[in-house]
């Protein structure tokens, strides 16, 4: 019985790959924090183990979507506009509409993923 065992076991810890975990995904609610012209904020506390910080600043896996269409580019620093968005420890999402417009009054629903 060992001696068909261990191959058959040795061969299935070797030949196993898991499935990877799908990803997570939630809808953005407002009304978002207007911060200037075309950056709003939207708190999410429960990712803030996921965001960016100044010595990874390309760690977070968020990624922000208008209507489902991804907007990007993500980890922005400077500028947010044009659909930029930044997921930076302790400020949750900071992003801007598409078209720079106000999230809270443009009718568009914005969503996020994260691994």
């Given at each position: 019985?060992?001696?068909?065992?261990?191959?058959?076991?040795?061969?299935?810890?070797?030949s196993y790959v898991p499935k990877p975990d799908p990803p997570k995904a939630a809808t953005l609610a407002g009304?978002?924090?207007?911060?200037?012209?075309?950056?709003y904020q939207a708190l999410i506390p429960g990712l803030d183990g996921?965001?960016?910080f100044d010595s990874a600043?390309?760690?977070s896996t968020?990624?922000?979507?208008?209507?489902g269409?991804?907007?990007?580019?993500?980890?922005?620093?400077?500028?947010?506009?044009?659909?930029?968005y930044s997921h930076r420890r302790g400020?949750?999402?900071?992003?801007?509409a598409s078209d720079n417009s106000d999230p809270?009054?443009?009718?568009?629903?914005?969503?996020l993923t994260w691994q």
């Open positions: 019985m060992l001696a068909i065992y261990f191959p058959v076991a040795v061969y299935l810890h070797y009304p978002f924090r207007k911060l200037d012209n075309k950056a996921l965001a960016d600043p390309t760690r968020v990624t922000v979507f208008e209507n269409r991804q907007l990007g580019p993500a980890h922005s620093l400077k500028t947010i506009a044009d659909g930029s400020s949750g999402i900071i992003f801007s809270n009054t443009n009718g568009r629903t914005y969503s």
